[in-house]
Structures are given as structure tokens and as C-alpha cells.
């Protein structure tokens, strides 16, 4: 049936259109930052995923056109990268609006 | 021909022909059904609640559980406001009219969005992909009401956002973008 919940495997990743200074990855707390990862699917609509990405990151249109097109050109896009708390937060809102998103901690 | 939505007013007007209102109730009372069967075998379901942590099943498992019910809350609820709007709506000049104001066009997107998502968790990926090569005519009606509730996501988002519905191609050169990285 439907392969829909299973992120594609994809080409390179985007680019993160704002990456937070390396420095910051030597921080000691237990629990490191979390990739937050868009996933390509044939659903929804490009315009619909650049609205989502306004409305959750609070991002201008340029940024969440670039990373929607990231997203569809490359089958995936990292869209943050926060403490873990955060990062279920904004999967938990992406997965409201419909999208394919996951966390995972960041490499 | 007039768009299912514009706006209006300060608001938005949905504005349904009766075929078009028959349609979204039955697709409406449709998803309302399978997610409270909760069914975790059901495609819909697993495209509805989908994986939530890469690279570690446990986590994954948590999270998607602390996830699940207040999003399961929030579709019902959203499905059970879009009844709302359809029963309030007036006839005229031949279409079912409610205006939708504050958060209520927004809950609209979703409830679309989700039915979207589980009309095409019914025909299954290869389909949506291959669809030049659909001969049934189950399935091709199928994606002819993903196509056309599509449309009205689209008419909706230019009234809701209309930065969100500009073309990439106008205006902003794509390099242009690329200086916007960091």
C-alpha cells in the first residue's frame, strides 16, 4: 500500500539556511541540539508547504520558498536545529499541518 | 468562474455550489470515520500520525505517543468545525455562502490538507506517481477530487497568504535566495 510514512531516501541535504555557530555544539548539557528534517511527499501542495513554513518558523518568503524548494528538489530539508524540547515542539506542529517531519540529533 | 474562496469583507468567503457542499460533507464524514475507528494498520492513519524520530525506534515510539491524541483531537475538532461552517451556510445566487472569519479559514486549509492526505493514502504512492497509467475509474475519481480540492487549498491560500502563493518565478531571482543563507 501506501509508502507514504516512510521519509524517502534522498540526495544531499540542504543546506541549513541559518546554522547556528559550530562553537556552540561544545556545549555539556546531556541532551545535544536536534536536526529538525522535512520530508518530500507527492501531496502537498508547494504553496501550501511555504505557508506552513511562514506560520510555524515565522520565516520571510524568500526563506520558506527556499527551503520548500529545497524540500522538493532534494527530497528533504533541515529547517532548524534546537534543543531537544524545541525540536519536538516544531515536529509536533508539522505534523499537524500534514507534513512529514522528523528529528534527529544533530551529527 | 467564482473561486470556492475569496476574500471578504475582513474575512473569507467560502462559497460552495451544492454538489461541491455534498462532496466536502461526504469526504468530511469519511475522515471523521476512519480516525475514530483508530485503526493503526489503516495508511490513512500512518500518513495522519507519521514517523516523528529519525534514527532511533524508541524515541520514535515516544514521541509519536506523546504526539498522538492531542493531534487526533485537534483533526476531529477541525472536522467537527467544518460541519459547522457548512450548516451555517446561506443560499445566494446558487452556492452555499458562509463567511469564515479569524481562525476559522485556517481550520478550513487543515481539514482540506487532511483529506487530501487521505484520499491519496487510499490510492497509494505508486498510483499518485503513475497516475498517466489509471484506467479505474474508483481511482480517477479519486485524484480528480485531490485535484480539485487542491484548487481550493490554492484559492484559499491566496486569500488567507497571498506571499505564500507567489510563483518562484516572479520576482526573486533564485540566486538571489542563495544570499540569504548564511
Known amino acids: ?107 | 468562474m467564482k473561486p470556492a474562496f475569496e476574500r471578504h469583507d475582513d474575512g473569507i468567503r467560502m462559497q460552495l455550489r451544492s454538489e461541491e457542499v455534498d462532496l466536502l460533507q461526504r469526504m468530511r464524514d469519511e475522515l471523521q470515520a476512519v480516525l475514530a475507528a483508530e485503526d493503526p494498520d489503516d495508511p490513512v492513519r500512518q500518513r495522519l500520525f507519521p514517523s516523528a524520530v529519525s534514527q532511533d525506534d524508541d524515541a520514535d515510539q515516544e514521541l509519536r505517543r506523546l504526539i498522538h491524541d492531542d493531534l487526533l483531537r485537534s483533526r476531529l475538532d477541525a472536522l467537527d468545525a467544518l460541519a459547522g461552517y457548512l450548516d451555517r451556510a446561506h443560499r445566494q445566487r446558487g452556492r452555499y455562502v458562509t463567511d469564515l472569519v479569524e481562525e476559522e479559514p485556517a481550520i478550513v486549509l487543515g481539514t482540506l490538507n487532511d483529506i487530501r492526505l487521505a484520499l491519496a493514502s487510499r490510492v497509494g504512492l505508486d498510483v499518485l506517481e503513475h497516475r498517466e497509467f489509471v484506467t479505474d475509474q474508483t481511482t480517477q475519481t479519486t485524484l480528480a477530487v485531490m485535484d480539485w480540492f487542491g484548487m481550493w487549498q490554492e484559492q484559499l491560500l491566496v486569500a488567507m497568504d497571498p506571499e505564500s502563493a507567489r510563483h518562484y518565478d516572479e520576482g526573486h531571482d533564485l540566486d538571489e535566495l542563495d544570499d540569504l543563507e548564511g
Open chain 1, 1 to 107: 500500500m501506501s509508502t507514504l510514512t516512510l521519509p524517502r531516501l534522498a540526495g544531499p541535504a540542504a543546506a541549513p539556511v541559518a546554522e547556528p555557530d559550530v562553537d556552540t555544539n561544545t556545549d555539556i548539557r546531556p541532551d545535544g541540539p536536534w536536526d529538525v528534517i522535512v520530508w518530500d511527499d507527492p501531496v502537498n501542495l508547494m504553496t501550501y508547504v511555504v505557508h506552513v513554513f511562514r506560520k510555524v518558523f515565522g520565516f520571510p518568503e524568500p526563506v520558506a520558498r527556499k527551503l520548500m524548494l529545497d524540500v522538493h528538489h532534494h527530497g528533504k530539508a533541515l529547517v532548524a536545529t534546537e534543543p531537544r524540547e524545541q525540536a519536538e515542539f516544531y515536529v509536533q506542529q508539522l505534523h499537524g499541518y500534514g507534513l512529514q517531519a522528523t528529528m534527529q540529533r544533530t551529527s
